[in-house]
T-cell receptor, first 111, second 116 residues
């Protein structure tokens, strides 16, 4: 049973527009959520995180929103740039446990 | 500062063999975690080592094992390889500072294992 779900395998967005990547989770015990970005032939790179006690965290062009009642989080990228084309993974953790990842969303930024 | 390094980058083995993968964390990082990435299951947590001790373990069979050395370098071993073990194996290290709500994990490039 997958505890972290990314229901969109791919997403295509025009350069300069907003990219919104979504993630749902089932385990209400998760207390920390993260987004990672992955290019081919490289390991995932940490992007941004949010604690379960917050509902928003912003870092430059990246903002993560957390809706605990809906068990949903989203990553907003504004404005989208060609270099943002990559696979984005949503991840969650509970206490000191290892990360639980979603299966990823392939974001394609079109010129 | 050098990043997380993993060796070898690519490996081909046959069913029934065993394999050892190596991970060197970022200097000063004390925690090392291992993940398996497959197209069907995505990224799955294998185990985490801290101070030469396994601290957390994911839901994988006993054929998957690991260890950590006093210099924080880590190895993982898979015995009696099966076709389904073909995957990208990722290692991640973190500082693991006490009283920090989260210690960011830095990933290596991975080892691509193919089992024939």
């Amino acid at each position: 049973d997958q505890q972290v779900k990314q229901n969109s395998p791919s997403l295509s967005v025009q350069e300069g527009r907003i990219s919104i990547l979504n993630c749902d989770y089932t385990n209400s015990m998760f207390d920390y959520f993260l987004w990672y970005k992955k290019y081919p032939a490289e390991g995932p790179t940490f992007l941004i995180s949010i604690s379960s006690i917050k509902d928003k965290n912003e870092d430059g062009r990246f903002t993560v929103f957390l809706n605990k009642s809906a068990k949903h989080l989203s990553l907003h990228i504004v404005p989208s740039q060609p270099g943002d084309s990559a696979v984005y993974f949503c991840a969650a953790k509970r206490g000191a446990d290892g990360l639980t990842f979603g299966k990823g969303t392939h974001l394609i930024i079109q010129p | 500062k050098a990043g997380v390094t993993q060796t070898p980058r690519y490996l081909i083995k046959t069913r029934g063999q065993q394999v050892t993968l190596s991970c060197s964390p970022i200097s000063g990082h004390r925690s090392v975690s291992w993940y398996q990435q497959t197209p069907g299951q995505g990224l799955q947590f294998l185990f985490e080592y801290f101070s030469e001790t396994q601290r957390n373990k994911g839901n994988f069979p006993g054929r998957f094992s690991g260890r950590q050395f006093s210099n924080s370098r880590s190895e993982m071993n898979v015995s009696t390889l099966e076709l389904g073990d073909s995957a990208l194996y990722l290692c991640a290290s973190s500082l693991d500072v006490v009283e920090s709500s989260y210690n960011e994990q830095f990933f290596g490039p991975g080892t691509r294992l193919t089992v024939l």
